[in-house]
């Protein structure tokens, strides 16, 4: 008797009450000048964080571009233009409704504000609250539910996605408005070439989640960024799959 309760301790019962991997790889490449991979598995999760802001809706500076004031989509393109009216509800514009969004005008330097919500109602890890802010339409500033579910640690709210976690987690419950205040210094480029990397400065809900982060390329899923060819691009709301909301979105060109 004894033996088959040892068998069963030692055996058995880890398999029935072992948990799921962690999410991520073990099989990417390194990311230059880093001991972690891309996505890596093992790379630690931030820390959470409560954040002190209210019910948000900062309002723009008097030199700000007001991208989208929750009235019209007259600042981007790529919309479904037959489905066009229905992407804004109640102020905000839902980007599975309206498939993938660009400004038409591109930015270089600048500061964005932008404010966003996922969906209350869980979904699979991956495609819960799942978009992104991309600046010169290829560096990504990941958006997903990162308050009651996770994925890999550089692909949580507030990551560059694939390159850095964010310094900590600010994230708000689902269902509730969140927002990005990202100051954004664009590369130089001298004939079609990176010889200068951009740099990301990101408060999410008003928390430091990036410090004047050194971009190291173009998004990219399991493998290594490459380098950057452009100093100006448009801004872009990805639609991944999921039902995420925006709202009171505005820019400001910098002279840096």
């Known amino acids: 008797m004894y033996r088959i309760f040892l068998f069963f301790i030692l055996i058995i019962a880890p398999n029935l009450f ?9 099989d990417t490449p390194l990311i230059p000048g880093s001991k972690w991979r891309v996505h890596d598995q ?18 723009p500076p008097s030199d700000a571009i007001v991208l989208f004031d ?3 989509l007259d600042h981007w393109q790529g919309v479904n233009e037959a489905r066009k009216n229905e992407g804004i509800k109640n102020g905000a514009i839902n980007i599975l409704v309206t498939g993938q969004l660009a400004t038409i005008e591109e930015f ?6 932008i404010e966003w919500m996922s969906p209350e ?3 699979d890890r991956m495609n819960w609250g799942n978009s992104g802010v991309f600046l010169l339409g290829c560096i990504e500033v990941q958006i997903l539910e990162s308050h009651d579910s996770y994925i890999y640690a550089d692909g949580n709210a507030g990551a560059i996605y694939g390159q850095y976690p964010p310094l900590v987690n600010p994230a708000r419950r689902p269902g509730q408005w969140q927002s990005f205040d990202i100051i ?5 480029i001298e004939n079609g070439k990176q010889v200068k990397p951009a740099y990301l400065t990101v408060f999410y809900n008003g928390v430091l989640v990036q410090h004047h982060s050194e971009v ?5 899923h399991r493998e290594v960024p490459a380098l950057l060819d452009v100093e100006k691009g448009p801004i872009i709301l990805q639609e991944h799959g999921s039902a995420v909301i925006f709202r009171n ?5 910098l002279m840096l």
């Open 121 to 123: 109602e869980p979904a």
């Open 70 to 72: 929750g009235s019209n």
């Open 216 to 220: 190291l390329g173009k998004v990219a």
């Open 42 to 59: 093992t790379r630690p999760q931030p820390g959470k964080v409560a954040s002190g802001q209210g019910d948000l809706l900062c309002q």
């Open 184 to 188: 954004f210094n664009a590369p130089k």
């Open 18 to 26: 072992a948990q799921d991997d962690p999410p991520g790889y073990t």
């Open 108 to 113: 270089g330097d600048c500061q964005l504000h």
């Open 249 to 253: 979105i505005w820019i400001r060109r």
